[in-house]
């Protein structure tokens, strides 16, 4: 996870310490991800849901549950 500078701010992650761990865990997020599709809230805002989910009704309501008008 990234580290909290003095700043406040967070350090970027070092990909060639624990470089197997975040490729094996960039790999698995991609294999998750090839089940969803795009579902735009707003101009702004694209969330991503499974296929039967992708309607006007479903972002309708996650318009309303993130505050979005």
Same mark, same amino acid.
């Given at each position: 996870?990234?580290? &909290?500078?003095?700043?406040?701010?967070?350090?970027?992650v070092?990909?060639?310490? =624990? *470089?197997?761990?975040?490729?094996?865990?960039?790999?698995?997020?991609?294999?998750?991800?090839?089940? &969803?599709?795009? &579902?735009?809230?707003?101009?702004?805002?694209?969330i991503y849901?499974?296929?039967? =989910?992708? =309607?006007?009704?479903?972002?309708e309501?996650?318009?309303?549950?993130? *505050?979005?008008e």
């Amino acid at each position: 996870m990234n580290e &909290l500078t003095t700043k406040g701010t967070y350090k970027k992650v070092d990909l060639t310490v =624990n *470089g197997d761990k975040t490729s094996l865990a960039v790999a698995a997020q991609k294999k998750r991800e090839k089940k &969803l599709f795009p &579902l735009r809230l707003n101009s702004k805002t694209v969330i991503y849901v499974k296929k039967e =989910n992708q =309607n006007t009704y479903y972002a309708e309501k996650a318009k309303k549950k993130m *505050g979005i008008e």
